[in-house]
């Protein structure tokens, strides 16, 4: 162990487990809060009506990240930077867009992740990033909440997304958009 390396403080180390294949949780951030200031609005119907208006149907088309993103960018505008090229790998890009995360659960090979989280309500315009799990889709998974179901490239049945998420339950993180973030310089 380095005493020069920040990673390895005491101080530094987060409190909650760090989501799987995500940025390090910050448990200061990370507060399965569910009475967070919300975002306009309107820009999140838009965001909400151009997914339900490209995503009418019940069965997946393998481009769960591109409707998602798609969908965040009619509401809320580009989002400067490459987007990823899996599911998992966009909690970033949606942090650029504005979004914070609010829950999430990690996996295990003993523990499968749960959903809802505790103190966790999904709120219009959420997004959620399910990572990968062994024999699955090694892109993971993405979709948001319409205010009453899961849509992504199709309208989910629950969160999952799929049975094989229901089945396994990887870990996953779900992003907000926050009030205080709408008028966020792009990084």
């Known amino acids: 162990m380095n005493d020069a390396d920040p990673i390895h403080h005491a101080s530094d180390m987060p409190k909650a487990p ?23 609005p309107q820009k999140i119907e838009a965001s909400i009506a151009h997914l339900q208006a490209n995503a009418p149907g019940r069965e997946s088309a393998g481009l769960c990240a591109r409707f ?5 960018e009619a509401g809320f ?26 829950a999430y659960s990690t996996w295990t090979k003993i523990v499968k992740a749960t959903y809802p989280p505790e103190d966790y309500t999904p709120q219009k315009g959420d997004v959620g990033i399910i990572q990968p799990y062994t024999g699955g889709n ?32 990887p870990g996953y993180v779900i992003y907000r958009r926050q009030l205080s973030l709408i008028n966020r310089p792009s990084e």
């Open 18 to 40: 760090t989501p799987i294949n995500t940025e390090p949780a910050d448990p200061g951030r990370i507060q399965n809060d569910t009475h967070a200031p919300r975002a306009h």
């Open 68 to 72: 998602t993103a798609n969908a965040i």
């Open 138 to 169: 090694p892109s993971g998974h993405m979709s948001m909440y319409d205010g009453k179901e899961w849509i992504s490239d199709y309208r989910q049945t629950d969160f999952w997304g799929g049975r094989g998420y229901r089945t396994q339950r």
């Open 77 to 102: 505008g580009k989002v400067s930077g490459n987007r990823p090229a899996d599911a998992k790998d966009f909690g970033p890009w949606v942090k650029k867009a504005g979004f914070e995360p609010v």
